[in-house]
């Protein structure tokens, strides 16, 4: 099983940008469709984007495509977001998630690292 620790959150004006960064260890990292998610205090844990094991498909939650982009690097064992255009309503924390098979449906992820905050200022 992965182990995934997340960076790269912090605090961001409006309209700016941040990357964050998953590293996973675990020799079986490029067998596992890898996702982002984010939660807000009161609200359910919401699915962002999600990469297949070979980095060949992505899929965006709505409210981020066109500003959001997921990609992994196999040989680095780290699965990435760049945030772009960010706006007050992508405050949240932020999690890595991992799937047991190389491509996934949203609650098919079953492994989590412990978030990192992203809070942008309007």
């Known amino acids: 099983q992965v182990q995934l620790v997340e960076s790269g959150g912090g605090l961001v004006q409006a309209g700016g940008s941040l990357k964050l960064s998953c590293a996973a260890s675990?020799?079986?990292?490029?067998?596992?469709?890898m996702g982002w998610f984010r939660q807000t205090p009161g609200k359910e844990r919401e699915f962002v984007a999600g990469?297949?094991?070979?980095?060949?498909?992505?899929t965006y939650a709505d409210s981020v495509k066109g500003r959001f982009t997921i990609s992994r690097d196999n040989a680095k064992n780290t699965v990435y977001l760049q945030m772009n255009s960010l706006i007050a309503e992508d405050t949240a924390i932020y999690y890595c998630?991992?799937?047991?098979?190389?491509?996934?449906?949203?609650?098919?992820?079953?492994?989590w690292g412990q978030g990192t905050q992203v809070t942008v200022s309007s």
């Open positions: 675990g020799r079986t990292f490029s067998f596992h469709a």
């Open positions: 998630a991992a799937a047991p098979n190389g491509w996934a449906k949203t609650y098919e992820y079953d492994t």
């Open positions: 990469i297949s094991w070979s980095g060949g498909s992505t």
